[in-house]
């Protein structure tokens, strides 16, 4: 367990050392030169050439890529082109809205995924099973911005139960931003949820087929017992494989719902950085981004360990 | 009266007749075998005693244990019953067991799942179950997981979950016939010695006959899901009423006659053949460790000859088989056909590897499910730098269809329209088209039922006739490679420890490994001398 970990730790910092490479040398080639893009097409030559010294963007190009990955090992993600303010800051702020979006809307999905996978597959072939697919299709098929949508007409508009849009912040009580947040996280775990919840149902009914299923009946477990005691563990590889792409997911992918409910989230920023061409803010943010991705497959490659036994003497 | 009385049972799935009135019993302390080929309705028979049938199944007539009827019991009496009265064994041992479970807790789950006893007086038991089918705590700490042991021992644990609970009544369905003869040896003595320790009944279903004649204090023959004879074993083998009984006897122990060849010229020369495999590191710096899975094999296979290669799974035959077909590279020794090296330095040579081709065991696997038959075996026409098109290919294509049995017609069908039979004679067909010197038949009739298999075993020696062929067949079954061979190697992990005419080496093993296999293979029993032309193992 401890080879394995160390592997997987070993590949996880060989990815982020690649990936920074790739992001610098992409962001590198883009057209757009940001400082002309501040000061306007009919800037002076000399106060252009000024604002790149101050910018650092007359060093060579390794040495930018160094100063840029050296900087984020401490924390130091450069200042924005745009705002003249750090970075990291800017970065930080967005977080606290777009993790907890994720962590919400990932706990919506998984709450309504399982026992919805699990029913699915304990009545396969049945009504209950039909019906249940039949809802999943349906909550791939319907655009999130548009649900997001009805949400808001709905519970916003008519009932009142929840505001329309905006984000209040954390310091109006954990219980205020949570509410906030709560329309965003079922719009964006409702396609989430239909998707796990059909990976689930297919992973325990491949599990169902195997042999040790007819071995745990065989031993006096009754249908249910024999999904819970031997079923499940044996399915969950295929969803934490799903799950780990969902985080990822929804933790950039949430642009149009951000909008929707006019949320300062990580995709509003990157959108916007992109438009002013901030490039150190949309560097950083990709970097992060990436970063979360690969930490995500490492804890579920670890995930993977747990649950079989397996792949903890696999080298 | 007995433990388990099946009256007139009859079942259907989908409307599809499985079973006809099948009567069975079994008494306290006997083993009673069900035999048959496959589709003959035996294992369902043994599901039908479960209660764990497939979605759809309509079942009537009586199936009796100790006096309760079980097909009207209802489920939650059903699960109290399986697991503690009737125990189960099963016929794949590698994937009987769950993966991500101990073992220890999987057998112990069998005395909870009943709350017999409590949590620690059940692992308890269950330690102490295991010690008895051979698996001590000590030795096999009960905390490993299946994948760290091997399949004998698997269908130890399987053995074990089963009998945890003392049940009366034992079910084993084929629960050697993924093992290997002297593993198999083993299991069937355990099980024997459970029969009588606990006095259960055992019912067992195999499709072996060698094994039922050893094992069985009864036998019931099925075909189509109907019993067509039943009797005392010793009784049923004297008489053997039904004429598929007989069938089944002579099938099993099928003969074919060889035509003479005799040639002194080598077509495959193997010699000092080393394929090694690099193990996972287990130090950081250490250097790297090898597992060499050939080691120095050398042998010559003569032009007409037919050389046989046996051995136990792990042995290294099938590691030889693909280092000979240029599949693996091997890191020593070298391998000629024709006096040609099968590999360049770029791989294996595709002028030397044509004269080859291979027959596998799985008849299902080993086809593309999209491609019609003509494709098919015209497929080692790629190995050829100008293979033929047009009418020429149609008349290949045919030849070798006829020659196998089969019609030109079947060429344009999909290989789903074929029983195994006759996708093994297409296999051969795919291996017959290029006229290679030399066929190498990997565990070629091992998936086959025994009436299938000699028909297949008949077309060989057939072929030998006609199309002059030289083979090494590659088998885990002594008594279809002493009828198919005239000469054998005996290979155990990596190297081949006797080599001689087969005859000689399985009349006079001289290795004690050869006399261990030889021993440990299930015998028929002898009933009848005169109409034997070889003997058999």
């Not at chain 1, 007819?214 to 799950?243: C, D, E, M, Y």
């Not at chain 2, 008489?239 to 006897?249: G, Q």
Request: some cysteine; aromatic content about 6%; hydrophobic content about 45%.
């Amino acid at each position: 367990m401890l080879r394995y970990t160390l592997k997987r730790l070993i590949s996880l910092v060989l990815s982020l050392a690649v990936a920074s490479l790739v992001i610098f040398a992409v962001i590198e080639i883009a057209p757009g030169d940001p400082a002309l893009f501040m000061l306007g097409v009919n800037a002076q030559p000399d106060t252009l050439a000024a604002l790149r010294t101050e910018l650092g963007l007359d060093a060579s190009k390794p040495d930018r890529y160094l100063a840029w990955v050296g900087g984020m090992l401490q924390g130091d993600f450069g200042t924005s082109y745009t705002y003249r303010t750090p970075v990291a800051g800017m970065i930080a702020d967005r977080l606290w809205v777009s993790l907890p979006l994720t962590i919400y809307a990932l706990v919506i999905s998984i709450l309504l995924a399982f026992p919805a996978g699990i029913y699915a597959a304990s009545r396969r072939g049945k009504m209950g099973d039909a019906a249940m697919m039949g809802t999943t299709q349906l909550g791939v098929a319907i655009p999130n911005f548009w649900f997001a949508m009805m949400l808001v007409l709905v519970f916003a508009v008519n009932l009142r139960w929840f505001n329309a849009g905006g984000f209040p912040g954390w310091d109006k009580g954990v219980w205020t931003g949570l509410h906030a947040l709560t329309l965003p996280a079922i719009a964006l775990a409702l396609p989430q949820a239909s998707i796990l919840a059909r990976v689930m149902r297919s992973a325990l009914l491949d599990v169902l087929g195997e042999d040790f299923m007819r071995t745990a009946r065989a031993k006096g477990l009754s249908r249910g017992q024999a999904l819970w005691r031997h079923g499940l563990r044996n399915a969950l590889i295929p969803v934490l494989t799903i799950i780990g792409l969902q985080v990822s997911f929804l933790l950039a992918g949430a642009i149009i719902i951000e909008q929707v409910f006019y949320l300062p989230g990580l995709g509003r920023l990157i959108f916007q950085s992109i438009n002013s061409r901030d490039l150190i803010v949309v560097e950083s943010v990709v970097m992060l981004l990436v970063f979360v991705v690969i930490t995500v497959n490492f804890l579920v490659d670890l995930a993977y360990a747990l649950v079989d036994p397996r792949l903890r003497t696999r080298t | 009266m007995s433990l388990l009385e099946i009256k007139g049972l009859n079942l259907s799935i989908a409307g599809k007749p499985i079973l006809r009135d099948v009567d069975l019993t079994v008494a306290k302390g006997e083993i009673v075998a069900v035999t048959g080929e496959s589709g003959s309705g035996k294992s369902i028979t043994a599901f039908s005693i479960m209660q764990l049938l497939p979605e759809g199944a309509e079942i009537s007539g009586a199936i009796q244990l100790d006096g309760t009827e079980l097909t009207t019991l209802p489920e939650t009496r059903l699960c109290a019953l399986r697991g503690a009265r009737i125990g189960m064994v099963f016929q794949e041992p590698m994937s009987a067991l769950n993966p991500v479970k101990t073992i220890g807790d999987q057998v112990a789950e069998t005395i909870l799942i009943h709350g017999a006893m409590p949590k620690d007086q059940a692992r308890a038991q269950a330690h102490e179950m295991l010690d008895r089918v051979g698996l001590p705590p000590d030795q096999f700490s009960p905390t490993r997981f299946p994948h760290e042991l091997s399949g004998g021992q698997r269908q130890r644990v399987v053995i074990a979950m089963a009998i945890a609970l003392r049940p009366d009544l034992l079910i084993a369905d084929e629960p050697t016939t993924a093992l290997d003869v002297t593993t198999q040896a083993q299991i069937l003595d355990l099980l024997k010695g459970l029969v009588a320790e606990f006095d259960m009944g055992l019912l067992m279903i195999t499709h072996d006959l060698a094994v039922v004649s050893d094992m069985a204090d009864r036998i019931v023959v099925m075909r189509a899901g109907e019993v067509v004879e039943t009797g005392p074993t010793r009784q049923l083998f004297a008489r053997m009423r039904h004429p598929y009984t007989r069938m089944l006897f002579e099938a099993s122990r099928h003969s074919v006659d060889l035509p003479e060849k005799h040639s002194s010229e080598p077509l495959l020369s193997v010699q000092n053949v080393v394929r090694a495999y690099r193990l996972p590191r287990t130090k950081l710096f250490a250097p790297a460790e090898y597992h060499r899975a050939v080691d120095r094999v050398s042998f010559t296979l003569r032009k007409g000859e037919r050389l046989g290669l046996v051995g136990e799974s792990g042995c290294g035959k099938s590691t030889l088989t693909r280092a000979i077909l240029g599949l693996e590279p091997v890191q020593g020794g070298q391998i000629l056909l024709n006096g040609a090296s099968v590999y360049t330095e770029r791989g294996a040579d595709l002028a030397v590897r044509r004269g080859m081709q291979v027959v596998f065991q799985d008849p299902f696997g080993s086809f593309n499910p999209r491609h019609r038959v003509a494709r098919l075996i015209t497929e080692p026409y790629h190995l050829l730098e100008k293979s033929p098109s047009g009418a020429a290919r149609a008349d290949a294509v045919a030849e070798a269809l006829r020659a196998v049995g089969l019609s030109p017609d079947d060429a344009g069908k999909y290989i789903h329209e074929f029983s195994g039979g006759q996708r093994q004679r297409i296999a051969i067909a795919r291996a017959l088209i290029i006229k290679p010197d030399l066929i190498l038949f990997d565990e070629a009739v091992s998936a086959l039922d025994v009436s299938v298999r000699a028909r297949i075993l008949d077309l060989v020696a057939e072929l030998c006739e006609s199309h002059d062929l030289s083979y090494l067949f590659i088998s885990h079954d002594l008594s279809v490679v002493r009828t198919i061979t005239d000469r054998v190697l005996v290979m155990r992990a990596g190297r081949i420890v006797e080599e001689g005419e087969t005859e000689q080496v399985f009349s006079h093993p001289t290795h004690p490994y050869t006399r261990a296999l030889i021993a440990a293979a299930p015998v028929l029993p002898d009933i009848d001398t005169q109409h034997r032309s070889h003997p058999h193992v």
